[in-house]
C-alpha cells in the first residue's frame, strides 16, 4: 500500500501544500486517539457555551476546534483559518499562500453514544486583493477549493480527500501512525434505494418536497424496498453515499433561521461537493444549482443539499422543481 506522500506527490501536489495536508492530519490523528479514550480522557460531556451557531458545545469539539487551530497557526503556509466553532476569520501569517476552513467535529450530537463523527476541512489559495484577517478570503466559490477532505472516526480512521483529482480513500495505520491508500479512486454507485434525511423535519417541509417523500416511502414503485438511513453526521452519511450510492437530502423548511437548511456552504457543503462530485456522484442545491458555483455571501452561511447519486439527485429535482 502506498503512503499518502507520495501519492500527492504522483499527482503533482505542490509541496507546500503537501505540508499543509500534514499539518492537518497530525491535529486528526490527536483527535482520533481523544476519540478512541472517550470517557479516559475526560472528552465526553457538553461545556456550558454555545458555538457561533447557537449549538452547545461538547468537550471534544472545543478540544478539536482549538487542536487545529494551534497547529494551523504555526504552519506559516497558512494566511487565514475559519471554523465553524469561531464567531470570525482568525488571521494567522499575511504571507502564507493558502486559506483553510474546518468543521473540527462533525456529528458533535454522536460523541457521548460513541456514534459517527468526523472533521471536514477545505483549502484554497489565498486571495491578494483583500485583507488577510478578512471574511472576504473565503468569498470564492467551492469550484476553487484545492484540496477537500473529511477525516472519519469509528472502528477504523479513514481519510477521504481529493486535491483536484480523484476521490481518494486512506485508512490511518495505527502501527506507524500514517495514512495508507486503500482505495485509490472511489466511485458512487449509480443505482440504490438509500436515502439520508431527517424525517422528523417532514412537517416543516413545503408541499413538493413532503410529496417526493411521500412516494419515496408509500407510493413510487421505483422506491419498492427504499432504505432510510441517518446517523446525525453528514460526514457519516455522505461516506455511506460516496461507497454505497443513494442520496443525502437536507432541504430548507419554514421554521425561523432554517428557510436555508442547517448545512453550512464553507464547512460542509463545498468540501463535501467536491468529494462527491470527483467520485461521480452530482452535488445541487435549490433549483438544480449547482453546489460548487454558489458564490457565497457570508462566513456561515447555509444551503440546502442535496448530494449523491447522479440519477437520484436529478430526480428529486425533477420533482421539486
Keep these: 500500500m502506498k503512503r499518502l506522500v507520495p501519492v500527492l506527490k504522483q ?10 495536508i500534514r499539518t492537518i492530519l497530525a ?10 479514550q472517550g470517557a479516559l480522557a475526560g472528552v465526553l ?10 449549538e452547545v458545545q461538547k468537550k471534544l469539539d472545543v478540544l478539536s476546534n482549538q487542536l487545529l487551530k494551534d497547529m494551523l497557526m504555526d504552519d506559516d503556509s497558512v494566511r487565514a483559518i475559519a471554523s465553524e466553532e469561531e464567531d470570525d476569520v482568525v488571521g494567522a501569517h499575511p504571507e502564507g499562500q493558502y486559506i483553510v476552513a474546518f468543521d473540527p467535529l462533525d456529528g458533535s450530537s454522536n460523541i457521548d453514544i460513541n456514534g459517527q463523527i468526523g472533521t471536514i476541512f477545505t483549502i484554497y489559495n489565498a486571495r491578494n486583493d483583500v485583507p488577510y484577517n478578512s471574511a472576504e478570503q473565503f468569498a470564492q466559490q467551492g469550484s476553487e477549493q484545492v484540496c477537500a477532505g473529511y477525516v472519519l472516526y469509528g472502528a477504523s480512521t479513514l481519510l477521504i480527500m481529493s486535491t483536484g483529482g480523484p476521490t481518494r480513500c486512506y485508512t490511518l495505520d495505527l502501527t506507524h501512525g500514517g495514512y495508507l491508500l486503500t482505495e485509490e479512486k472511489m466511485s458512487v454507485p449509480t443505482q440504490s434505494k438509500e436515502f439520508a434525511v431527517n424525517m422528523a423535519n417532514y412537517r416543516f417541509w413545503d408541499n413538493k ?6 412516494d419515496v416511502l408509500y407510493a413510487s414503485e421505483d422506491y419498492n424496498n427504499a432504505s432510510m438511513r441517518w446517523n446525525a453526521a453528514m460526514v457519516g452519511d455522505v461516506h455511506r453515499v460516496i461507497s454505497r450510492g ?8 419554514s421554521r425561523s433561521g432554517i428557510e436555508n437548511g442547517k448545512i453550512r456552504l464553507l464547512y460542509e457543503a463545498n468540501p463535501l461537493s467536491m468529494l462527491v462530485e470527483n467520485a461521480g456522484g452530482k452535488a445541487l442545491s435549490n433549483n438544480g444549482q449547482r453546489i460548487l458555483d454558489i458564490q457565497p455571501n457570508s462566513l456561515h452561511q447555509r444551503v440546502p443539499v442535496f448530494m449523491g447519486s447522479e440519477i437520484l439527485v436529478r430526480d428529486i429535482m425533477d420533482s421539486l422543481t
Design 246 to 253: 443513494g442520496v443525502f437530502v437536507y432541504p430548507g423548511d
Design 11 to 20: 499527482d503533482g501536489v505542490d509541496l507546500e501544500l503537501i505540508m499543509l
Design 27 to 36: 491535529a486528526s490523528k490527536e483527535i482520533a486517539f481523544r476519540v478512541s
Design 209 to 214: 418536497t413532503q410529496k417526493y417523500f411521500d
Design 45 to 54: 460531556g457538553s461545556t456550558l457555551d454555545e458555538n457561533i451557531q447557537g
